[in-house]
């Protein structure tokens, strides 16, 4: 079945970077679009990122751009996010889920991985 | 900035009916926005149910279904089941469908 696994969190500093990654298993990775979501503790979903299938394309919420960059292996199945800058706000749980093929939509989540930014 | 709004909270009854809808500050939701609905229970990761305004996933329970309602996307859960009481969102997209927005959210209680 389709497997979606974040890992690279963890406890960083204001300032430093940080890169996430999602490994896949259970489907044709290179046909999908993915993307990568947060939630804030206690709080709402926030759309971050997305990447066309073959890693042509790639488009960012204002929230954070210039600040992300997403990319992917299709070699590896896997799909990464590179954070610099980093700030408390963007303290959250960090999801990366897959988009459809057929049409436009989220199909697949990931149980995400924790980020939390302090001194 | 795009802001996608959804009401806070509602509650039904089990058994009863709820329509949640999803409201864009832009102007009115069309199907060009392609809206999606989420339901997230407590601890669990969120969980696809509606795709472009109507289409249902293969595991989308049948008492679930979208559409659009007075410029707004709406889903409405028939014969509210308790297991249905979560949070819910939209997702809407902008820009040629190059940019997402989710919604605010609504905490759904079976009461």
């Known amino acids: 079945q389709v497997q979606l696994m974040e890992s690279g969190g963890g406890v960083v500093q204001p300032g430093r970077s940080l890169r996430l990654s999602c490994e896949t298993s259970?489907?044709?990775?290179?046909?999908?679009?993915m993307h990568w979501v947060r939630q804030a503790p206690g709080k709402g979903l926030e759309w971050l990122a997305v990447?066309?299938?073959?890693?042509?394309?790639?488009y960012y919420a204002d929230s954070m751009k210039g600040r992300l960059t997403i990319s992917r292996d299709n070699s590896k199945t896997t799909l990464y996010l590179q954070m610099n800058s980093l700030r408390p706000e963007d303290t959250a749980v960090y999801s990366c889920v897959r988009g459809m093929v057929r049409g436009i939509g989220l199909d697949s989540w990931g149980q995400g991985t924790l980020v939390s930014v302090s001194s | 900035q795009t802001v996608v709004t959804q009401e806070p909270s509602l509650t039904v009854s089990p058994g009863g009916t709820v329509t949640l809808t999803c409201a864009s500050n832009t102007g009115a939701v069309t199907s060009g926005h392609h809206p999606g609905w989420f339901q997230q229970r407590p601890g669990q990761a969120p969980r696809a149910l509606i795709y472009s305004t109507s289409n249902k996933h293969s595991w989308t329970p049948v008492r679930f279904s979208g559409s659009l309602l007075g410029g707004k996307a709406a889903l409405t859960l028939s014969g509210v089941q308790p297991e249905d009481e979560a949070d819910y969102y939209c997702?809407?997209?902008?820009?040629?469908?190059?940019?997402?927005?989710f919604g605010t959210g609504t905490k759904v209680t079976v009461l």
């Open positions: 990447i066309s299938y073959d890693g042509g394309s790639h």
């Open positions: 259970g489907f044709t990775f290179s046909n999908h679009p």
């Open positions: 997702l809407l997209y902008f820009d040629g469908a190059r940019l997402g927005v």
